[in-house]
DNA sequence: TAATATACCTAACTAACGGTAGGTAGTAAA
DNA sequence: TTTACTACCTACCGTTAGTTAGGTATATTA
């Protein structure tokens, strides 16, 4: 592992427990065991550090195999979609799961909550990525799954968009909030819950 | 208004935007239209500012009639609970909206959530006052409705908590990236969506 | 009227920050 | 063998942060 990746992850630890402001360039050298001086050999200047570290997940974000997938995009036609949407659930939770099942990437995701006030790119980053794009898509997916009478036609699809989504968000920030170091036991968890949340909403809305 | 008072408003209003490290004593006393040093003449140190309105907002947190009325208080022999849950709850959204009505408690309120990661007390505070607690306390809401037999019995209180729970908390946090200044309409609107959800969640789990 | 306290001021201090200058050892290419 | 580059070093820079010292004008109290 070479110096610049050290230091890219040195930083990301760091950044993800206290913040960008709150982390010095001496504190980073130290930890990677080389001086401060030295960072500026790799990024030539601090903020380099948090923007390679951000593109790196956008990076990722954008070419996330399964979120861009055909069996991830939802039409009106989709056949296995109205017979089961749990299994549509299902894809994007995988989705989710892929990129949370790296480290770096829950660091990051803490990151972004963290510094989402502090930082205007990343807070219109939040606003668009993780608020509002996400909750077109659920409020897509529960408009359709009413146009086809799997769901009652007396719910509100945006409504129940955010009667969804606003579980998993509450999970992470409660996650965020208590661990400094998330355990995979936390992780695992984060997911099970979220599974027996769209059961549960599901349950309320199908049409029996 | 004196210039204790006038320090405390534009500081509380400057970190609520930026966060407490990123606003400087100048800032402050530029905006109160005082020289910086003479802030000293109320707060002996920048942090005791932070520390004052964090008082201010516990004190109304635990002096808050509503909050502690006998009537909020959830026992089993409540017929008036039993036989009106949402009355119940809008009991308790009346508490909230009370306190928030306050610009300064709102104001509070994002500073807690902006803050919280770079300040153990904060953290602490909103992880028990935030979290855990309202969490219990909506856990046993639903675990007498369930007992009573007013909600369904395959039910689980604590999912049903934080099914109601993680709702309000997502609208606070998409409020706060969202506006700089909160509008009023904004707050309004949090308070419709959160008695929407409620009535969503308890008519999915009534007994019919 | 004299003494005291308050609320402000100017000016300076110390510590820490991000960043730069300039040098050195080791490696690789010409 | 010379040249050039890389990755590191020491030492220092300017800036800004919170904080303190010491002074002044105004108002209150003895």
New binding site residues.
């Given amino acids: 592992m070479?110096?610049k990746e050290r230091i890219f992850d040195v930083s990301l630890d760091l950044f993800s427990k206290k913040g960008y402001d709150s982390?010095?360039?001496?504190?980073i050298?130290d930890e990677v065991?080389?001086?401060?001086?030295?960072i500026?050999?790799?990024y030539?200047?601090?903020?380099l550090i948090l923007i390679d570290i951000f593109e790196y997940f956008t990076d990722q974000f954008e070419n996330n195999d399964l979120l861009n997938s055909k069996e991830f995009l939802l039409t009106p036609d989709n056949k296995a979609l109205l017979q089961n949407p749990e299994m549509f659930y299902h894809k994007g939770s995988q989705a989710v799961k892929e990129m949370l099942s790296e480290k770096r990437n829950l660091k990051i995701c803490k990151l972004i909550f963290i510094q989402m006030h502090h930082n205007e790119n990343i807070r219109s980053f939040f606003k668009n990525e993780i608020l509002i794009k996400p909750l077109m898509h659920w409020t897509n997916f529960f408009r359709i799954l009413k146009e086809k009478k799997v769901i009652r036609k007396d719910t509100d699809p945006k409504l129940l968009a955010k009667e969804y989504y606003s579980f998993p968000i509450f999970l992470l920030l409660e996650m965020f909030v208590k661990y400094d170091d998330i355990p995979q036991s936390s992780i695992d968890n984060f997911f099970d819950e979220t599974e027996d949340h769209i059961l549960f909403i599901l349950d309320c809305v199908k049409v029996k």
């Fill in positions: 070479n110096t982390v010095s360039l001496r504190e050298a065991g080389i001086k401060k001086s030295s500026y050999s790799h030539s200047a601090k903020e």
